[in-house]
């Protein structure tokens, strides 16, 4: 496609609900980050997969999220139990090269998850 | 810790002003460092990135910026601002992974 696509764009949740957010890279671009930005703050690294093996995966905030590549494309990043601190925007980038991004990332417009 | 300090929250400037906004790092090397723009509803455009050489780099949109390691700072500048600059600016950090700033509102007045 033309850019990095994220649906849905927005989601609210009610505490205790699952989630599941997805990312449509670049066509053919073999890295993939995903990111969380909450209000008023810069994105955190929270993911990384360079095709579909995920090789950092330390910035996830805790063991109820989950994020998955299988066919080394689309991307799911899936939050069990919502809390409300887990309200943020959350960021999908790729990147043409397997170098953890070290070259250009485009991101994509972000799905604001709202948790009630 | 890589950290990055953009000390600025909100900065307004009138259409046509010079324009900078400061980004300072913690890093125990020379970095590698960026600018990003994002504007509302919108993914993160990058603006300019530093790896080496000349300090002074050149972006997109009329924008450059300064590396300056003794200060470890890497400042954002444009001469003139335009009313389509409105946005969020982050400066960013590349060590493993990115290391982004709380980021820089601008408001530009008519």
């Known amino acids: 496609g033309a850019g990095v696509s994220q649906s849905p764009r927005y989601k609210v949740a009610k505490r205790g609900q699952d989630v599941a957010l997805r990312c449509d890279p670049i066509?053919?671009?073999?890295?993939l980050f995903w990111y969380q930005q909450a209000l008023g703050q810069g994105p955190e690294f929270l993911t990384y997969?360079?095709?579909?093996?995920?090789?950092?995966k330390s910035g996830l905030p805790s063991d109820r999220f989950f994020a998955e590549r299988p066919e080394g494309s689309v991307s799911t990043l899936k939050i069990q139990r919502t809390q409300q601190e887990d309200s943020a925007v959350y960021l999908c980038?790729?990147?043409?090269?397997?170098?953890?991004?070290?070259?250009?990332?485009?991101f994509g417009p972000g799905t604001r998850l709202t948790v009630l | 810790a890589q950290s990055v300090t953009q000390p600025d929250i909100h900065i307004t400037v009138s259409e046509g002003a010079s324009l900078e906004l400061r980004c300072n790092y913690s890093?125990?090397?020379?970095?590698?460092l960026f600018w990003y723009v994002q504007s509302p509803g919108q993914g993160l455009q990058l603006l300019l990135k530093y790896f080496s050489g000349d300090t002074l780099v050149q972006g997109i949109k009329g924008f450059e910026a300064e590396f300056k390691r003794s200060q470890s700072s890497f400042n954002l500048r444009k001469p003139s601002v335009h009313w389509s600059d409105a946005a969020e600016y982050f400066c960013?950090?590349?060590?493993?992974?990115?290391?982004f700033g709380s980021g820089t509102k601008l408001n530009v007045k008519p």
């Open positions: 997969f360079q095709n579909e093996a995920q090789l950092d």
């Open positions: 066509s053919g671009h073999v890295s």
């Open positions: 890093y125990g090397a020379t970095p590698y």
């Open positions: 980038a790729s990147s043409r090269v397997g170098t953890r991004g070290f070259n250009e990332q485009f």
């Open positions: 960013a950090v590349y060590f493993n992974k990115f290391y």
